[in-house]
C-alpha cells in the first residue's frame, strides 16, 4: 500500500502483509503512528502542465504456504483476500487515512495474471500461440490479452470498482510498460468519471506515460547511477548527466520517483553505508521530482526486502539507549526534518531547478532550487571523503544561508570570490539564500536617537 499526503510532495510505501491477524486490524494505529513520525505528501500534476500489495487478492492466498508463492499473482482482481481482512475493515483504512491528509493507492499487476486466476476457464481473454494455448510472459504466469475488448473492460471495470466502492485514491501499475498505452489512457478516461483526482503511478520509465495516463514514473536509472556512485565509486557528475537525459527525455512538466530503497533491492543503508545512504536521501528529497520512501528507511532499517515476508516498521526499537537505537532516533530525526522542509519550502517542493558547476564534480552535486524570490543552495559531498570545494556563484550574494537541515547559518569565505566550502564524507549543505537587507536612512537613524523616549 502506497501513502501520499493532499498537497504536497513525497510519497511513502509501506507494507501491509498477512499474519495471524488480519492485516487491516490495527491498520488505522498503524497509520497514525506513521503519520506522526514520518508525514507524507504528494502533488499532483499531468505532464504538458507546466507494505507493498494491494488489497485485491494475489493468488488466492488460502494458505499461508499459498501466500508465500507470489503476491504478484492475481488470482480475483475483485477480491479482498482473507487473511487480509473485510470490506468493512478496508474501508475503515481510507477512511482513517483520509482522516490523516493521506492519499491510499492500491499496488495492481496487470501485465500477468495467475496461473488459476478465475477468469482461466476463459482463455480467448488471454494471449495464446497458434495452437490456442495460453502462453507465459517474462515470468511464468499467463498474459491479459489487452487486443481483447471484454478483457479491456472488465480490467478497468475492476479499476473503477475499487474506487468507487472504497474511495480508493489511485494505484501503482506494476510493470506498466508490459501494458499497452492506450488502455492506460482508456482506463484514465473511465477513473476520471469516477474521481478525477485519482492519482496513477507507472512503475516504468516510458516517456509517452504522462501525455494522458499516468501521473508519476519510476526513475529506475537513477537508482542505479546513484548505486553506481555510491557504491561504486564513479563520478558524482554521472547523476546530474542522468538528470539531464531525463529531463530531455520525459515530457515538460513530467514526474518522477527518486528513490534509494525499495523491494527490489538490498537495503541503501547496506548498500551504501549509513552516511552514504543519508546523502542519497538528502539528494532525494533536495531534487525536483518526488521522493520515495520505503518502509523502514527512515529508521535505517537493515532487513532484507523481501516482498513475500510480513515486515512491519518496528518503531519499538527506536525506545531503547542502546547505540543502535539512538542512531536509529538520529535518522528518524533527520528523515522528519526532511519531510518538514520539503512541504514548507516551496521551492523544494515546486521550484525550478538550476544545476551550478563547481571545482568537485567528481565529489560533489550543486544546484538551486528556485520559486519566485525563494532560493535554496543544495551542495552534496557524495564520496567518502573530505573535500573542499568552490561552487560557481558569487559569494557577495551568497555570503550566508539559513539552514534547512541544522541550527543556525553557514558563512562562506570571501577571498575566493565564489562560494567555497569544506564538506566532510557524505556531508551536505541545504541553506536558503538570505535577502540583502535594505540600507537604513542615516537622517532617520540619527532622528529616532535624537527623540527623547516617553517615560513609562
Given at each position: 500500500m502506497l501513502c501520499l499526503e493532499a498537497n504536497s510532495s513525497f510519497l511513502w510505501d509501506t507494507e501491509l502483509r498477512p499474519g495471524n491477524a488480519g492485516v487491516w486490524e490495527g491498520s488505522p494505529?498503524?497509520?497514525?503512528?506513521?503519520?506522526?513520525?514520518?508525514?507524507?505528501?504528494?502533488?499532483?500534476?499531468?505532464?504538458?502542465?507546466?507494505s507493498r500489495p494491494s488489497v485485491t487478492s494475489r493468488s488466492r492466498n488460502r494458505t499461508q504456504a499459498r501466500?508465500?508463492?507470489?503476491?504478484?499473482?492475481?488470482?480475483?482482481?475483485?477480491?479482498?483476500?482473507?487473511?487480509?481482512?473485510?470490506?468493512?475493515?478496508?474501508?475503515?483504512?481510507?477512511?482513517?487515512?483520509?482522516?490523516?491528509?493521506?492519499?491510499?493507492?492500491?499496488?495492481i499487476v496487470y501485465y500477468h495474471a495467475a496461473p488459476d486466476n478465475v477468469l482461466m476457464n476463459r482463455p480467448e481473454l488471454f494471449v495464446r500461440n497458434a495452437e490456442g494455448k495460453v502462453v507465459r510472459g517474462f515470468w511464468p504466469q499467463p498474459l491479459p490479452d489487452f487486443k481483447n475488448p471484454e478483457m479491456r473492460k472488465?480490467?478497468?471495470?475492476?479499476?473503477?470498482?475499487?474506487?468507487?466502492?472504497?474511495?480508493?485514491?489511485?494505484?501503482?501499475?506494476?510493470?506498466?510498460?508490459g501494458v499497452p498505452i492506450d488502455f492506460w489512457e482508456e482506463a484514465r478516461k473511465e477513473l476520471d468519471r469516477v474521481k478525477p483526482d485519482v492519482v496513477l503511478l507507472s512503475e516504468a520509465d516510458r516517456p509517452e506515460d504522462q501525455l494522458a495516463a499516468f501521473d508519476i514514473n519510476?526513475?529506475?536509472?537513477?537508482?542505479?547511477?546513484?548505486?553506481?556512485?555510491?557504491?561504486?565509486?564513479?563520478?558524482?557528475?554521472?547523476?546530474?548527466?542522468?538528470?539531464?537525459?531525463?529531463?530531455?527525455?520525459?515530457?515538460?512538466?513530467?514526474?518522477?520517483?527518486?528513490?534509494?530503497?525499495?523491494?527490489?533491492?538490498?537495503?541503501?543503508?547496506?548498500?551504501?553505508?549509513?552516511?552514504?545512504?543519508?546523502?542519497?536521501?538528502?539528494?532525494?528529497?533536495?531534487?525536483?521530482?518526488?521522493?520515495f520512501v520505503w518502509a523502514g528507511q527512515e529508521?535505517?532499517?537493515?532487513?532484507?526486502?523481501?516482498?513475500?515476508?510480513?515486515?512491519?516498521?518496528?518503531?519499538?526499537?527506536?525506545?531503547g539507549s542502546s547505540a543502535d537505537s539512538k542512531e536509529q532516533q538520529a535518522t528518524l530525526e533527520k528523515y522528519k526534518k526532511l519531510f518538514r522542509i520539503r512541504k514548507e519550502q516551496a521551492a523544494l517542493h515546486s521550484g525550478e531547478l538550476i544545476w551550478i558547476n563547481n571545482t568537485a564534480p567528481d565529489s560533489v552535486l550543486s544546484f538551486l532550487r528556485k520559486r519566485?524570490?525563494?532560493?535554496?543552495?543544495?551542495?552534496?559531498?557524495?564520496?567518502?571523503?573530505?573535500?573542499?570545494?568552490?561552487?560557481?556563484?558569487?559569494?557577495?550574494e551568497y555570503y550566508s544561508v539559513e539552514n534547512l537541515l541544522?541550527?543556525?547559518?553557514?558563512?562562506?569565505?570571501?577571498?575566493?570570490?565564489?562560494?567555497?566550502?569544506?564538506?566532510?564524507?557524505?556531508?551536505?549543505?541545504?541553506?536558503?539564500?538570505?535577502?540583502?537587507?535594505?540600507?537604513?536612512?542615516?537622517?532617520?537613524?540619527?532622528?529616532r536617537k535624537a527623540t527623547p523616549q516617553a517615560r513609562p
Amino acid at each position: 500500500m502506497l501513502c501520499l499526503e493532499a498537497n504536497s510532495s513525497f510519497l511513502w510505501d509501506t507494507e501491509l502483509r498477512p499474519g495471524n491477524a488480519g492485516v487491516w486490524e490495527g491498520s488505522p494505529d498503524l497509520l497514525e503512528t506513521s503519520c506522526r513520525a514520518d508525514g507524507v505528501a504528494h502533488g499532483r500534476r499531468r505532464a504538458g502542465e507546466g507494505s507493498r500489495p494491494s488489497v485485491t487478492s494475489r493468488s488466492r492466498n488460502r494458505t499461508q504456504a499459498r501466500f508465500e508463492s507470489s503476491p504478484y499473482s492475481v488470482a480475483d482482481y475483485n477480491a479482498i483476500g482473507e487473511e487480509y481482512g473485510s470490506a468493512a475493515d478496508l474501508r475503515e483504512l481510507v477512511a482513517t487515512a483520509h482522516k490523516l491528509g493521506l492519499k491510499v493507492m492500491l499496488d495492481i499487476v496487470y501485465y500477468h495474471a495467475a496461473p488459476d486466476n478465475v477468469l482461466m476457464n476463459r482463455p480467448e481473454l488471454f494471449v495464446r500461440n497458434a495452437e490456442g494455448k495460453v502462453v507465459r510472459g517474462f515470468w511464468p504466469q499467463p498474459l491479459p490479452d489487452f487486443k481483447n475488448p471484454e478483457m479491456r473492460k472488465y480490467l478497468i471495470d475492476s479499476l473503477v470498482y475499487w474506487v468507487r466502492e472504497f474511495d480508493v485514491d489511485g494505484y501503482r501499475c506494476d510493470v506498466a510498460a508490459g501494458v499497452p498505452i492506450d488502455f492506460w489512457e482508456e482506463a484514465r478516461k473511465e477513473l476520471d468519471r469516477v474521481k478525477p483526482d485519482v492519482v496513477l503511478l507507472s512503475e516504468a520509465d516510458r516517456p509517452e506515460d504522462q501525455l494522458a495516463a499516468f501521473d508519476i514514473n519510476y526513475n529506475f536509472h537513477h537508482h542505479l547511477t546513484l548505486r553506481s556512485v555510491l557504491r561504486d565509486g564513479e563520478s558524482a557528475i554521472r547523476v546530474r548527466e542522468h538528470w539531464e537525459r531525463t529531463n530531455r527525455t520525459m515530457p515538460r512538466g513530467a514526474r518522477v520517483l527518486h528513490y534509494s530503497d525499495n523491494h527490489d533491492w538490498r537495503r541503501a543503508v547496506v548498500e551504501f553505508g549509513e552516511r552514504g545512504a543519508m546523502a542519497a536521501t538528502v539528494l532525494n528529497f533536495t531534487l525536483d521530482g518526488i521522493p520515495f520512501v520505503w518502509a523502514g528507511q527512515e529508521i535505517a532499517d537493515r532487513r532484507r526486502t523481501r516482498f513475500r515476508d510480513r515486515a512491519p516498521i518496528r518503531w519499538e526499537n527506536l525506545t531503547g539507549s542502546s547505540a543502535d537505537s539512538k542512531e536509529q532516533q538520529a535518522t528518524l530525526e533527520k528523515y522528519k526534518k526532511l519531510f518538514r522542509i520539503r512541504k514548507e519550502q516551496a521551492a523544494l517542493h515546486s521550484g525550478e531547478l538550476i544545476w551550478i558547476n563547481n571545482t568537485a564534480p567528481d565529489s560533489v552535486l550543486s544546484f538551486l532550487r528556485k520559486r519566485g524570490a525563494e532560493e535554496i543552495l543544495v551542495i552534496i559531498n557524495l564520496s567518502n571523503r573530505k573535500t573542499f570545494v568552490t561552487v560557481d556563484l558569487p559569494v557577495m550574494e551568497y555570503y550566508s544561508v539559513e539552514n534547512l537541515l541544522k541550527e543556525g547559518k553557514t558563512w562562506f569565505q570571501l577571498y575566493t570570490g565564489r562560494v567555497s566550502a569544506t564538506l566532510g564524507a557524505f556531508e551536505e549543505i541545504v541553506g536558503k539564500k538570505i535577502p540583502l537587507e535594505p540600507l537604513k536612512d542615516p537622517g532617520r537613524e540619527q532622528e529616532r536617537k535624537a527623540t527623547p523616549q516617553a517615560r513609562p
